[in-house]
């Protein structure tokens, strides 16, 4: 019998056979493993282990819900780049070139920090703004007049333009101590450019800045604890005005227990915030100033600068040598206040971006291989099968040529396929499966869209809503196009200044299709206000018309907004939105109060009337009203004023205006020759009595008002004859219509003026019998470039018993050229003249003009006198500066081609 054994020396041959085929199948794995790659996320090549395929799926990244997109999907991951946007004031127009090379070229950014400048640009940027958006809106901005907060004059009541024409010297007090400005401008006008600009962008940071299409952070310093500020929540336009608050020419932004400036005194160049956050590839734009040349070293906010950009150099360097990649315009030669020719620095930052373009992408492509673990595999493929309604014009299709002919393609060039197929937004799911020697792609298509419901919109139709949608219906969702839809609806309603309008909600029934967008048009729920120390809240409400319950409106609140900071009263005036998870909003108006109390000062000195100065002191905000309460003290050679004044520019929330007054005046008046400015005599006109003017605002371009007067006229002789002597007391009442939307008073470029009255005179106890008299006044002003034409038309005329102290009184510079200061007296009056004006040189505080006027006219004490063949002429050429004294002119004026006169004058007349 034989007996079957095993050798202890030998293994089994079954053993042996197991073990090869255990090796096999391991080299097998080996082999299919080399060919696929490996992957760290679904969206890498894989391996079935049943089937030994290679199937490819998107890389995905961060997932976009409703009500950002039709539907849920992910968007494709990518290399994670931060841009750091240095500071540099003009210099920085070059970060619009900048995004816009990257955004041309597909660089997508993760992640915004930017300093002064560059915080605006990157936050606009951040907040939905397209590079060609920022470059319009770069081109049209008055870059130069940005940091001037006096408002427009145009924008002010009547009244608030009166005041406005009295320049003097001002000083302000708190509790009788001088309170001095922190800087050359608060900043008004800044605030209001950016939180318009903010309002009309696509997104809303509300809670955080990582709500922004990309998040973003903005530097700044706290002047209290000389930290650094990292800002990244809170209102964005006032983040960005905090920024770029540089010293001595914008006050500090307070901001909660904070008062911040310019984040480029500690951090100029964020880089190091920008890594600190995780992002892989840092990209930073040197815009930084170069030190200033000594000529261009005057202003104390330059010397601030220079000082600056002095203790910056070591930091910056450092920051910048942190960068992957650097883009710097130290080579600029433009400072940082100069905004002239700004597209030159757009383009020049979009060809230093395209210059590093291939960096750029080299950095991208190298982190996302890694980020990927992908290999360099290459595959054997004769046919490409791709999904129906598929792209005809496939890269694949184009590298692997005509199917059946073998071509060769790589591991990378089959997912940027299946990436980019997902990318189109047609499809939910997409992959690629290499079997054998055929690429098959499969896709599941996005569900069709059958029908769309707008809800929640009172402001526009639903038809009107839906020509916003580029999506059609009987197609198929499109994730791309569903985000764009869904941007359009927005945008239309910012158009309109509908800046808290929102998507609320998206919803879509696969089922049926039905398509159903829920508007959320931004019903103000309660508007709150903060600031206010003296000042009551009805003055505040009274201009910012907006209402709870109201659909906001940014247009309306900018008004309000301009309204409150004309009163004068405040320093600084702005608005920010709070929205809140029940719908509608929080609107918070902000107010910084300026101390009420006042003292003004001035000076002038003409060579008819001799000098004069004046003195004021009162208060802009009586008790918190927002009424005028002054005492006013006027002293000269010939000219004495004393007067006690209030004013009501608004009553409660009506725009009728009231105003009383109490005064003495006391005038030294010379007689003359008429036409010949020979001195007959002299005579004081003494007046006391009292005004009380009730009118009504009409818009900001004029008013009706009519006026009661008390008075007692004295007339003294001091030497010679031409007048009467003589008490009159008596009582009128006026009536008078202005119109006025001239830019400016004194070197008026555009606008008219027009201003009309009646005036009924009784005397008291029936001394002498009641007159009458009238006057119109029209003139119109037009400018091309420097060139200015004025246009002057004056009559008037009065009953024969008006006595002398009421006729009118021509004469002087401003009338006729050639004249002495009331040379003409008489009842009836016209005037006319003709006025070109060039502006010779243009430059801050010194503007220089000359002129040239002709005039006609005449005045006769009888109407019978009155004849066109009586009318008299002057002509006269003029040399005037706009300085910060006021101006200054010298002019010189010949009447009837004989008599010669020159005239001097220097400040604002009072």
Same mark, same amino acid.
């Given at each position: 019998?034989?007996?079957?054994?095993?050798?202890?020396?030998?293994?089994?041959?079954?053993?042996?056979?197991?073990?090869?085929?255990?090796?096999?199948?391991?080299?097998?794995?080996?082999?299919?493993?080399?060919?696929?790659?490996?992957?760290?996320?679904?969206?890498?090549?894989? +391996?079935?282990?049943?089937?030994?395929?290679?199937?490819?799926?998107?890389?995905?990244?961060?997932?976009?819900?409703?009500?950002?997109?039709?539907?849920?999907?992910?968007?494709?991951?990518?290399?994670?780049?931060?841009?750091?946007?240095?500071?540099?004031?003009?210099?920085?127009?070059?970060?619009?070139?900048?995004?816009?090379?990257l955004e041309e070229n597909h660089i997508q950014i993760d992640l915004i920090v930017g300093t002064s400048m560059g915080s605006i640009l990157g936050g606009l940027y951040a907040a939905g703004y397209s590079a060609r958006q920022l470059r319009d809106v770069a081109l049209q901005l008055d870059w130069d007049t940005l940091m001037q907060d006096e408002?427009?004059?145009?924008?002010?009541?009547? +009244?608030?333009?009166?005041?406005?024409?009295?320049?003097?010297?001002?000083?302000? /007090?708190?509790?009788?101590?001088?309170?001095?400005?922190?800087?050359?401008?608060?900043?008004?006008?800044?605030?209001?450019?950016?939180?318009?600009?903010?309002?009309?962008?696509?997104?809303?940071?509300?809670? +955080?800045?990582?709500?922004?299409?990309?998040?973003?952070?903005?530097?700044?310093?706290?002047?209290?604890?000389?930290?650094?500020?990292?800002?990244?929540?809170?209102?964005?336009?006032?983040?960005?005005?905090?920024?770029?608050?540089?010293?001595?020419?914008?006050?500090?932004?307070?901001?909660?227990?904070?008062?911040? #400036?310019?984040?480029? /005194? /500690?951090?100029?160049?964020?880089?190091?915030?920008?890594?600190?956050?995780?992002?892989?590839?840092?990209?930073?734009?040197?815009?930084? +100033?170069?030190?200033?040349?000594?000529?261009?070293?005057?202003?104390?906010?330059?010397?601030?600068?220079?000082?600056?950009?002095?203790?910056?150099?070591?930091?910056?360097?450092?920051?910048?040598?942190?960068?992957?990649?650097?883009?710097?315009?130290?080579?600029?030669?433009?400072?940082?206040?100069?905004?002239?020719?700004?597209?030159?620095?757009?383009?020049?930052?979009?060809?230093?971006?395209?210059?590093?373009?291939?960096?750029?992408?080299?950095?991208?492509?190298?982190?996302?291989?890694?980020?990927?673990?992908?290999?360099?595999?290459?595959?054997?493929?004769?046919?490409?099968?791709?999904?129906?309604?598929?792209?005809?014009?496939?890269?694949?299709?184009?590298?692997?040529?005509?199917?059946?002919?073998?071509?060769?393609?790589?591991?990378? =060039?089959?997912?940027?396929?299946?990436?980019?197929?997902?990318?189109?937004?047609?499809?939910?799911?997409?992959?690629?499966?290499?079997?054998?020697?055929?690429?098959?792609?499969?896709?599941?298509?996005?569900?069709?869209?059958?029908?769309?419901?707008?809800?929640?919109?009172?402001?526009?139709?639903?038809?009107?809503?839906?020509?916003?949608?580029?999506?059609?219906?009987?197609?198929?969702?499109?994730?791309?196009?569903?985000? =764009?839809?869904?941007?359009?609806?927005?945008?239309?309603?910012?158009?309109?200044?509908?800046?808290?309008?929102?998507?609320?909600? #998206?919803?879509?029934?696969?089922?049926?299709?039905?398509?159903?967008?829920?508007?959320?048009?931004?019903?103000?729920?309660?508007?709150?206000?903060?600031?206010?120390?003296?000042?009551?809240?009805?003055?505040?409400?009274?201009?910012?018309?907006?209402?709870?319950?109201?659909?906001?409106?940014?247009?309306?609140?900018?008004?309000?907004?301009?309204?409150?900071?004309?009163?004068?009263?405040?320093?600084?005036?702005?608005?920010?939105?709070?929205?809140?998870?029940?719908?509608?909003?929080?609107?918070?108006?902000?107010?910084?109060?300026?101390?009420?109390? !006042?003292?003004?000062?001035?000076?002038?000195?003409?060579?008819?009337?001799?000098?004069?100065?004046?003195?004021?002191?009162?208060?802009?905000?009586?008790?918190?009203?927002?009424?005028?309460?002054?005492?006013?003290?006027?002293?000269?050679?010939?000219?004495?004023?004393?007067?006690?004044?209030?004013?009501?520019?608004?009553?409660?929330?009506?725009?009728?205006?009231?105003?009383?007054?109490?005064?003495?005046?006391?005038?030294?008046?010379?007689?003359?020759?008429?036409?010949?400015?020979?001195?007959?005599?002299?005579?004081?006109?003494?007046?006391?009595?009292?005004?009380?003017?009730?009118?009504?605002? #009409?818009?900001?371009?004029?008013?009706?008002?009519?006026?009661?007067?008390?008075?007692?006229?004295?007339?003294?002789?001091?030497?010679?004859?031409?007048?009467?002597?003589?008490?009159?007391?008596?009582?009128?009442?006026?009536?008078?219509?202005?119109?006025?939307?001239?830019?400016?008073?004194?070197?008026?470029?555009?606008?008219?003026?027009?201003?009309?009255?009646?005036?009924?005179?009784?005397?008291?106890?029936?001394?002498?019998?009641?007159?009458?008299?009238?006057?119109?006044?029209?003139?119109?002003?037009?400018?091309?470039?420097?060139?200015?034409?004025?246009?002057?038309?004056?009559?008037?005329?009065?009953?024969?018993?008006?006595?002398?102290?009421?006729?009118?009184?021509?004469?002087?510079?401003?009338? !006729?050229?050639?004249?002495?200061?009331?040379?003409?007296?008489?009842?009836?009056?016209?005037?006319?003249?003709?006025?070109?004006?060039?502006?010779?040189?243009?430059?801050?505080?010194?503007?220089?003009?000359?002129?040239?006027?002709?005039?006609?006219?005449?005045?006769?004490?009888?109407?019978?006198?009155?004849?066109?063949?009586?009318?008299?002429?002057?002509?006269?050429?003029?040399?005037?500066?706009?300085?910060?004294?006021?101006?200054?002119?010298?002019?010189?004026?010949?009447?009837?081609?004989?008599?010669?006169?020159?005239?001097?004058?220097?400040?604002?007349?009072?």
């Amino acid at each position: 019998m034989l007996v079957n054994s095993v050798s202890p020396n030998r293994p089994p041959a079954a053993f042996v056979l197991a073990f090869v085929l255990l090796i096999i199948c391991f080299e097998q794995d080996v082999a299919a493993l080399t060919n696929t790659g490996s992957s760290r996320s679904a969206s890498a090549a894989d +391996s079935s282990r049943a089937s030994e395929i290679p199937v490819f799926t998107p890389r995905l990244g961060k997932q976009v819900r409703p009500p950002r997109a039709f539907t849920a999907f992910y968007e494709l991951a990518h290399p994670r780049v931060g841009l750091a946007l240095s500071g540099g004031g003009s210099r920085c127009l070059v970060h619009i070139g900048v995004l816009q090379a990257l955004e041309e070229n597909h660089i997508q950014i993760d992640l915004i920090v930017g300093t002064s400048m560059g915080s605006i640009l990157g936050g606009l940027y951040a907040a939905g703004y397209s590079a060609r958006q920022l470059r319009d809106v770069a081109l049209q901005l008055d870059w130069d007049t940005l940091m001037q907060d006096e408002p427009s004059r145009r924008d002010l009541l009547l +009244s608030q333009k009166q005041d406005r024409d009295r320049t003097y010297l001002q000083l302000r /007090l708190r509790g009788w101590q001088p309170v001095l400005p922190r800087a050359l401008t608060a900043g008004q006008k800044l605030q209001s450019v950016l939180t318009e600009l903010t309002l009309k962008a696509n997104y809303w940071a509300n809670s +955080s800045y990582d709500n922004l299409r990309i998040p973003f952070r903005a530097m700044a310093t706290d002047v209290y604890s000389g930290k650094e500020i990292v800002i990244d929540r809170g209102d964005l336009a006032e983040a960005m005005c905090a920024s770029a608050a540089i010293p001595f020419l914008l006050s500090p932004v307070p901001r909660q227990d904070l008062l911040l #400036v310019d984040g480029g /005194l /500690l951090n100029n160049i964020p880089v190091d915030v920008v890594r600190r956050m995780g992002m892989e590839i840092v990209i930073a734009v040197d815009a930084t +100033s170069n030190l200033r040349a000594k000529d261009n070293l005057t202003a104390p906010w330059e010397f601030a600068d220079q000082v600056t950009t002095i203790m910056q150099q070591e930091h910056n360097l450092a920051q910048a040598r942190a960068a992957d990649v650097l883009i710097s315009f130290k080579n600029d030669p433009r400072h940082s206040l100069d905004f002239t020719n700004p597209d030159s620095l757009i383009q020049a930052g979009y060809e230093q971006t395209l210059a590093q373009m291939d960096r750029i992408r080299k950095l991208c492509a190298n982190a996302q291989q890694e980020a990927n673990d992908s290999s360099d595999a290459l595959f054997t493929v004769h046919h490409v099968d791709l999904p129906d309604n598929g792209a005809a014009e496939s890269r694949l299709i184009l590298q692997a040529g005509s199917n059946g002919v073998a071509r060769m393609l790589s591991a990378a =060039q089959i997912q940027a396929e299946v990436d980019d197929l997902y990318a189109g937004g047609d499809y939910r799911e997409v992959r690629a499966v290499l079997q054998r020697d055929t690429l098959r792609f499969e896709a599941q298509k996005n569900p069709i869209i059958r029908s769309v419901q707008f809800t929640g919109n009172t402001v526009y139709s639903a038809a009107l809503l839906f020509d916003c949608l580029q999506t059609r219906l009987g197609r198929a969702l499109n994730h791309k196009r569903g985000q =764009q839809d869904l941007t359009n609806v927005v945008e239309k309603y910012r158009q309109d200044g509908y800046a808290l309008a929102e998507i609320r909600s #998206v919803s879509f029934e696969e089922a049926t299709g039905a398509l159903t967008i829920e508007v959320d048009e931004g019903r103000i729920v309660d508007l709150v206000i903060e600031g206010l120390h003296r000042t009551q809240e009805f003055v505040v409400l009274r201009e910012f018309s907006l209402e709870a319950g109201e659909i906001f409106n940014s247009n309306i609140a900018r008004e309000g907004v301009d309204r409150l900071h004309n009163t004068g009263i405040f320093e600084k005036a702005s608005y920010s939105l709070l929205r809140l998870p029940s719908g509608g909003a929080l609107v918070k108006i902000k107010v910084e109060e300026k101390p009420s109390t !006042i003292v003004r000062l001035g000076g002038f000195h003409e060579s008819e009337r001799g000098s004069r100065v004046f003195t004021e002191i009162g208060t802009e905000n009586l008790l918190g009203g927002g009424n005028k309460l002054f005492v006013h003290g006027n002293l000269g050679e010939r000219d004495q004023v004393a007067r006690l004044s209030w004013r009501a520019d608004r009553i409660a929330r009506t725009y009728l205006t009231l105003s009383t007054s109490l005064y003495h005046e006391r005038r030294n008046n010379v007689t003359y020759v008429p036409g010949r400015a020979m001195p007959l005599g002299e005579y004081a006109d003494r007046r006391a009595g009292m005004r009380a003017t009730l009118g009504q605002q #009409v818009s900001r371009w004029g008013g009706l008002a009519v006026e009661f007067r008390t008075e007692e006229v004295r007339l003294r002789s001091i030497s010679g004859s031409g007048y009467p002597v003589g008490t009159s007391r008596f009582n009128s009442i006026a009536v008078r219509s202005i119109l006025d939307t001239r830019d400016r008073f004194l070197f008026t470029r555009t606008g008219r003026f027009l201003n009309v009255s009646y005036e009924y005179f009784k005397p008291y106890h029936g001394t002498s019998a009641s007159f009458s008299k009238f006057q119109a006044q029209v003139e119109s002003f037009d400018s091309i470039g420097p060139h200015t034409l004025h246009y002057r038309l004056t009559g008037g005329t009065a009953e024969e018993n008006t006595p002398f102290y009421e006729q009118f009184k021509l004469g002087g510079p401003h009338e !006729i050229y050639g004249l002495r200061d009331q040379e003409f007296v008489g009842r009836h009056l016209v005037l006319g003249s003709i006025e070109y004006r060039y502006q010779l040189r243009k430059r801050p505080w010194l503007d220089t003009y000359i002129s040239l006027r002709y005039d006609w006219g005449g005045v006769w004490v009888d109407r019978r006198d009155t004849s066109y063949r009586k009318i008299r002429n002057g002509a006269g050429i003029a040399l005037a500066l706009d300085t910060p004294l006021g101006p200054f002119g010298v002019a010189f004026g010949l009447f009837e081609g004989r008599q010669k006169r020159v005239y001097v004058q220097l400040g604002h007349a009072f």
